[in-house]
């Protein structure tokens, strides 16, 4: 089928009855939501009523179908047999107790930005909390309740709007849950810690008993060991968070500068020079790098900061050559919209390998970047370092995290984009080669690296669990032990329960 394109194949697979999958009754609209659940069952009084699912419903038949199970990283097709887009946490409560009376499989889903694919399932049921858009923002105290559906860039409007932030990533489309719930890097990571360390309470709808569900809090005096593990283990892995509670910290203006070379002729300098200061300088001072074919980028931000002072702390790199400069400097929710670009002029497909370093690479793993990136499959690709090091992040939240990359020197991930997110094509002849790019670009740099990012799941990479959480896996599965000790939130690289 080499002319059909990714939505006109999701849609004809709709139509079809998802291809070769069966559809049950309960989702087809043959039966009501409640009908197949019960008759064959052995549950007994222990048991709750049949459940029905609530909030925005979508399944294969509707129109808007495709378009609600498609995910940011159009590499990835799955057909769900059913999406509740959640209105309120009951929906929720219904949707997980639903799953579990039919026993069908589950994942949780908010901003789509999964890179795996992992927020939807074939065959299953996608929860999906993205219409959860409440926000509640104490300004006295920085106290933020908002809804899991935000994504990046609402959270930052809304913070900002006040004069307060918590760190995100940097593309506005992204969820603000699973950003925090794996940890959350950002610019502001180094002023105020990852945005997992700004989590203090979550709403989180969890299993019980042999087929219900409830909503529970977490927090530093309820189920504080939950909070402990959303702080960089909570995707899809122990509940379904409805709303997320952060202490915000003041924030009134910062700098953000610009700078760009041509080329890649003082790759070795610049790097080294970056690794060297960036990640060790005054803790308000968030950078990264972009290695791209055509050019070198530097991004920065100071908070707080003024154009004088940005200069001056990047001054060693940005005396290397003559690179183009351009500082601004404004309302933090200001300069994030500033810098975004609209999904619609992204690539259909990516591919990243995350991997963390607590040691400046040697000019050999610095070579190795220049050849890889030399030989990039699109212009797309890049090389993305984030700087880590001295700074808020090194010190655990009150309550403590699963977070476990506070001795990183600096955040890298290989990464290619391609395809036409107009006119996506399945068969697109170089999803194979950045694939291989990829996975080889990342195995050079081995020798050098230490560990990896949840939130960028390195597929098929052995000793996950410890690349992700080192020593804290082990108290992660106690924790799964207790809210989820059937494994219904399991996934490709999910944590077990103690007892499997
Ligand atoms: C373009 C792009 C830029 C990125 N930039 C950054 C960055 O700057 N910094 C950074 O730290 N990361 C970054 N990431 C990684 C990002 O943090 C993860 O992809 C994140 O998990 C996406 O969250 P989501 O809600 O958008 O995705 P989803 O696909 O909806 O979910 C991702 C994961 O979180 C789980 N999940 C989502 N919502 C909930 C919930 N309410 N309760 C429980 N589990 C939930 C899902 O089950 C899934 O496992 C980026 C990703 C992309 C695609």
């Not at 995290?401 to 399945?426: K, M, Q, T, V």
């Amino acid at each position: 089928m080499p002319d059909l394109s990714r939505r006109d194949l999701l849609k004809a697979t709709a139509a079809a009855g998802a291809g070769a999958v069966i559809l049950p009754a309960v989702v087809t609209g043959g039966m009501s939501d409640v009908a197949a659940y019960g008759s064959g069952s052995d549950c007994k009084a222990e048991c709750e009523p049949p459940a029905k699912l609530t909030g925005r419903i979508v399944r294969p038949q509707d129109p808007d179908y495709p378009e609600a199970s498609l995910g940011w990283d159009e590499l990835f097709v799955h057909y769900p047999l059913v999406i509740v887009f959640a209105q309120e946490t009951q929906d929720v409560v219904n949707a997980l107790t639903w799953a579990r009376q039919n026993n069908v499989s589950l994942r949780v889903r908010s901003g789509r930005h999964a890179l795996e694919g992992w927020s939807n399932v074939d065959n299953g049921i996608v929860i999906d909390v993205s219409e959860l858009k409440s926000t509640h923002i104490d300004t006295a105290t920085g106290i933020a309740k908002v809804g899991a559906g935000l994504n990046q860039g609402e959270a930052v409007a809304a913070l900002a709007k006040h004069d307060l932030a918590v760190t995100t990533g940097t593309e506005d489309s992204v969820g603000l849950s699973g950003a925090t719930l794996g940890g959350g890097l950002g610019f502001l990571l180094r002023y105020l810690g990852m945005a997992c360390d700004s989590l203090v309470g979550a709403e989180v709808v969890v299993p019980t008993g042999i087929d219900g569900a409830k909503a529970i809090k977490a927090d530093l005096n309820n189920n504080s060991d939950l909070l402990w593990a959303l702080r960089g283990a909570g995707n899809g892995n122990y509940g379904i968070v409805t709303s997320l509670t952060y202490k915000a910290s003041p924030l009134k203006s910062v700098a953000y500068l610009t700078a760009t070379w041509d080329g890649l002729s003082d790759l070795q300098g610049i790097f080294d020079t970056w690794q060297r200061t960036a990640p060790l300088s005054d803790f308000r001072l968030g950078s990264q790098l972009e290695i791209h074919k055509s050019q070198i980028l530097l991004f920065a931000v100071l908070a707080e900061g003024t154009a004088a002072e940005i200069r001056h702390l990047l001054d060693p790199i940005l005396s290397i050559d003559t690179p183009d400069v351009a500082v601004q400097t404004g309302n933090w929710g200001d300069i994030y919209a500033g810098f975004q670009t609209p999904v619609a002029d992204e690539p259909a497909f990516w591919k990243f390998f995350s991997q963390f370093t607590t040691d400046p690479f040697p000019k050999k793993a610095i070579s190795i970047i220049r050849s890889f990136i030399n030989d990039a499959p699109s212009e797309d690709s890049n090389y993305f370092t984030q700087a880590f090091g001295t700074g808020a992040q090194t010190k655990q939240p009150r309550g403590g995290s699963a977070f476990n990359h506070r001795d990183a020197l600096f955040y890298a991930e290989p990464g290619a984009g391609w395809g036409d997110r107009a006119n996506p094509d399945c068969d697109d002849p170089t999803t194979p080669i950045a694939q291989a790019w990829i996975a080889e670009f990342s195995q050079a740099l081995r020798p050098y690296v230490n560990g990896a990012y949840v939130n960028v799941p390195n597929i098929g990479m052995q000793e996950w669990e410890t690349a992700y959480w080192g020593s804290n896996f082990d108290r992660l599965r106690r924790i799964k032990q207790k809210y989820d000790p059937q494994n219904i939130f399991q996934y490709e690289q999910s944590v077990p329960p103690a007892s499997c």
